[in-house]
């Protein structure tokens, strides 16, 4: 069943504010100037104002198009995340729907082996930085926290070319909605 829910109808997840904020902050201290947001729906004007302030420039994906009408002020690559050229960014941040229907509401938060895209299907970027936006369970379940381990696994095994540095930093409030997994190098 296709997600038809608007922006602002509560029934589709976006992007809060702190956790833009945090997102831009800690990118821009990696010394990133460029950033695709995958999977992005309504969330682009939101970060775009956030990474502003850091003089980082992002671009957002969504396979549908109506979030670039809802937006068409910014800059949209609309298609399949798992298919674009991503080599023009210094930072990619894979943030696919964390939960059923794209509620955003913890009772609907998926873990990280049922979220759609897979995770599994970026593992093959090689952007001087990747962030993966992964759900706020992933460090508080068990089985959750296995398959983050199963996931850092992969990508250990993803690294044979170079040394990458792995950041899990959960966002900096009380009740933790997403926990951003960076991969550096």
Not at 57 to 82: C, H, L
Not at 88 to 115: H, M, N, T, W, Y
């Amino acid at each position: 069943m296709a997600n038809i829910s608007k922006f602002g109808d509560n029934s589709t997840a976006n992007t809060c504010l702190e956790c833009a904020s945090q997102r831009a902050e800690n990118l821009a201290i990696l010394g990133v100037k460029t950033v695709l947001e995958l999977c992005v729906g309504p969330s682009l004007r939101v970060l775009e104002e956030q990474y502003a302030k850091y003089g980082i420039q992002v671009s957002g994906n969504d396979i549908d198009p109506r979030w670039q009408e809802f937006y068409p002020k910014g800059r949209w690559m609309v298609g399949d995340a798992t298919k674009l050229n991503t080599s023009g960014f210094d930072a990619v941040v894979v943030a696919p729907p964390l939960s059923r229907g794209c509620s955003g509401k913890r009772e609907d938060s998926l873990s990280i082996e049922q979220v759609t895209p897979s995770y599994y299907s970026f593992l093959q970027l090689r952007n001087p930085v990747v962030a993966f936006v992964l759900p706020g369970r992933t460090l508080s379940l068990r089985d959750d926290r296995r398959a983050l381990h199963r996931l850092l696994g992969a990508l250990a095994g993803q690294s044979e070319g170079g040394a990458r540095r792995v950041e899990v930093v959960p966002l900096r409030k009380k009740v933790v909605k997403y926990v951003d997994l960076y991969v550096i190098g």
